[in-house]
């Protein structure tokens, strides 16, 4: 396990535990800027919950395509992702095959006007799985919920007020990618550069990740060491710095590469799936780029949330 990704136990900051919840806010922030990855326990979301999400999830993705083809879109839609669509190492400019990968999105829908229609979309669940829109539900909310919880944490370890990230995300956009990493009889072997998601950064604010371990699993980049499997730990969420994060920080924290490698040889049958929250900020937020002492010396212009994450979803999108 590489030493620099810590597991941090966020209970005492959520029970306002002061000298806890200080004591975590230095290794949220000591983690970011070594690495941009740590690991959180003490969350209080049911592993249930996440167990359900899962199940339901992998129920859509055993439906036949022709079934699942119904509910079929592009990145930055809401539905069914189909293998061949997208490219992560697109946003960092290298071409790759396409990621090997089927994945399930939703997100947020609640619209304030009519410039919202790309980012707030009608979320569109199958009639097949019945189940599945109730949990999606009920794990959205708790996201969404953690995640504001986390940005506050964040302004906690630079000893900013508290809601110095929030003040920015009351009606923020948020997508949710329940991907299904298939087994090599489903998704052939990989052609070479091939991963089940390329090396790429994450493009917002923080990431919240449900992972299940495997050979083909995550792999995060370290300055030190090169590629290294992630840590892993059943109850916890794995937490990194999205770009738009890292360029509020004025680069203080690093918004880090990582990669889910390609099915393996010796585990052919590998069936894996992980439900990623993506968190930004308002459509329409302003981010400018904390300066010394805080941040480094940047001649950051100021950006628009939305402009700067379909930027880098377009990169991403292929055909």
């Not at 806010?25 to 959180?40: M, N, S």
């Not at 991907?179 to 998704?187: F, G, H, K």
């Not at 109850?235 to 490698?261: C, E, M, P, Q, Y």
């Not at 459509?283 to 904390?290: F, M, N, T």
């Amino acid at each position: 396990m590489p030493a620099a990704v810590p597991v941090i136990d966020i209970a005492p900051w959520l029970a306002g535990d002061p000298a806890g919840g200080a004591a975590a806010a230095a290794q949220v922030d000591r983690a970011l800027q070594d690495v941009g990855f740590f690991l959180i326990t003490g969350h209080g979301v049911p592993a249930g919950l996440r167990a359900e999400v899962r199940a339901q999830a992998r129920a859509f993705f055993a439906l036949p395509d022709e079934v699942k083809r119904r509910y079929a879109v592009t990145v930055g839609g809401r539905g069914w992702l189909p293998p061949g669509v997208e490219g992560n190492a697109y946003a960092e400019g290298t071409q790759t095959p396409p990621d090997m990968k089927e994945s399930f999105a939703v997100g947020a829908d609640e619209r304030t006007g009519a410039l919202d229609g790309f980012w707030f979309q009608h979320n569109v669940y199958p009639a097949e799985v019945p189940l599945l829109a109730p949990a999606i539900a009920d794990y959205l909310a708790r996201m969404h919920a953690l995640a504001d919880e986390l940005l506050r944490l964040c302004a906690a370890a630079l000893g900013l007020a508290g809601d110095f990230f929030t003040r920015y995300t009351g009606h923020a956009t948020h997508t949710m990618n329940i991907n299904w990493y298939p087994p090599i009889a489903v998704a052939g072997e990989p052609e070479p550069g091939q991963y089940r998601i390329g090396p790429h950064t994450d493009f917002g604010t923080v990431t919240i990740l449900d992972r299940e371990p495997g050979l083909g699993g995550l792999q995060v980049w370290t300055e030190q060491d090169g590629w290294q499997d992630a840590p892993y730990d059943p109850a916890a969420f794995t937490i990194n710095t999205g770009d738009l994060l890292a360029r509020w920080s004025g680069d203080r924290w690093k918004s880090n590469r990582h990669r889910v490698l390609p099915p393996r040889a010796e585990a052919p049958d590998e069936d894996l799936v992980s439900l990623v929250y993506f968190y930004e900020a308002d459509r329409d937020a302003v981010i400018e780029s904390l300066r010394p002492p805080i941040g480094r010396p940047n001649d950051y212009p100021p950006v628009e949330s939305a402009a700067f994450i379909k930027e880098r979803l377009d990169a991403i999108t292929l055909g």
